[in-house]
């Protein structure tokens, strides 16, 4: 399944646990009906640069967990604005901002560019289907014009941009295509790669790939002043409500074993 150039196409999420409005009520359960993801498997660690897992259960920062010696520290602007996951996941219950400044993400840039590749993972649960903009759970950014990547919620779908020197300043593309998503009761896990070599890029939902395309260019104009933000864009106008569950950045195109094996690990 082709996505448009430049893009990852978007999956359409269900309406199920959701109220007439389209806005959850509640936070994520689990579904007894959907298998889980196989227990005691490792995650990749090729090629991975940061790794957010919300365990700290309290306060105002989200530490990057990739290595001991991993700098990309992330700030919560309002901590009242979110609500902590026991055992890990944060939960962005109204508009708020998870960000790290333009030194500590210059990292992420200065590890990628080189490699022209990169791997976007997240696992989240978004608590409404009407949410637009698209509505920011990650970006590397400036503002919702310049961006070196993002993945975000437009209505029923999710959408993520990466800029190379073949793109607009924001990577932005045309949505075309759709991957169904069936239950909007339990995490989503969504994975986002484009190497260097073809520069082929995919889109995996839960462990299975839903589309794939040809992103021309390289990421040699990626703007090392951009921040790295979750639940919203640094200039807090594309704000995002649900729980994130978790997210890396890998410096590499993971191959399809390897979403699998994060997808069967979890987080």
Same mark, same amino acid.
Request: glycine residues 8%.
């Given at each position: 399944?082709?996505?448009?150039?430049?893009?990852?196409?978007?999956?359409?999420?269900?309406?199920?646990?959701?109220?007439?409005?389209?806005?959850?009520?509640?936070?994520?359960?689990?579904?007894?009906?959907?298998?889980?993801?196989?227990?005691?498997?490792?995650?990749?660690?090729?090629?991975?640069?940061?790794?957010?897992?919300?365990?700290?259960?309290?306060?105002?920062?989200?530490?990057?967990?990739?290595?001991?010696?991993?700098?990309?520290?992330?700030?919560?602007?309002?901590?009242?604005?979110?609500?902590?996951?026991?055992?890990?996941?944060?939960?962005?219950?109204?508009?708020?901002?998870?960000?790290?400044?333009?030194?500590?993400?210059?990292?992420?840039?200065?590890?990628?560019?080189?490699?022209?590749?990169?791997?976007? &993972? *997240?696992?989240?649960?978004?608590?409404?289907?009407? #949410?637009?903009?698209? +509505? @920011?759970?990650? $970006?590397? !950014?400036?503002?919702?014009? &310049? *961006?070196?990547?993002?993945?975000?919620?437009?209505? #029923?779908?999710?959408? +993520? @941009?990466?800029? $190379?020197? !073949?793109?607009?300043?924001?990577?932005?593309?045309?949505?075309?295509?759709?991957?169904?998503?069936?239950?909007?009761?339990?995490?989503?896990?969504?994975?986002?790669?484009?190497?260097?070599?073809?520069?082929?890029?995919?889109?995996?939902?839960?462990?299975?790939?839903?589309?794939?395309?040809?992103?021309?260019?390289?990421?040699?104009?990626?703007?090392?002043?951009?921040?790295?933000?979750?639940?919203?864009?640094?200039?807090?106008?594309?704000?995002?409500?649900?729980?994130?569950?978790?997210?890396?950045?890998?410096?590499?195109?993971?191959?399809?074993?390897?979403?699998?094996?994060?997808?069967?690990?979890?987080?």
């Amino acid at each position: 399944m082709k996505f448009a150039r430049y893009s990852i196409l978007a999956f359409l999420l269900g309406l199920v646990a959701c109220n007439v409005s389209g806005v959850r009520t509640d936070p994520a359960d689990s579904n007894p009906n959907q298998p889980d993801p196989l227990d005691g498997v490792n995650r990749v660690t090729r090629g991975l640069q940061s790794l957010f897992l919300f365990q700290e259960g309290r306060g105002a920062l989200v530490n990057d967990t990739a290595t001991p010696t991993s700098t990309t520290l992330l700030q919560i602007k309002n901590p009242d604005a979110v609500s902590w996951v026991p055992g890990g996941g944060i939960n962005i219950t109204s508009p708020t901002l998870l960000f790290a400044t333009e030194l500590a993400a210059a990292p992420i840039g200065t590890s990628c560019m080189p490699n022209n590749a990169i791997t976007l &993972e *997240a696992w989240v649960t978004p608590w409404s289907v009407v #949410q637009e903009g698209p +509505a @920011r759970i990650v $970006t590397y !950014s400036k503002d919702n014009n &310049e *961006a070196n990547f993002m993945i975000g919620q437009q209505g #029923q779908k999710i959408e +993520a @941009r990466l800029r $190379t020197s !073949s793109t607009e300043p924001e990577g932005k593309a045309t949505l075309t295509e759709e991957a169904t998503f069936e239950d909007i009761l339990n995490p989503v896990h969504v994975v986002y790669t484009r190497n260097g070599l073809d520069d082929k890029a995919y889109l995996y939902v839960n462990g299975q790939q839903a589309g794939e395309d040809e992103v021309p260019g390289d990421l040699s104009n990626w703007d090392m002043g951009y921040q790295l933000a979750f639940g919203n864009e640094p200039s807090e106008n594309r704000p995002w409500r649900g729980t994130i569950h978790l997210v890396a950045i890998y410096c590499q195109a993971l191959v399809p074993t390897e979403v699998f094996q994060n997808y069967s690990a979890r987080y």
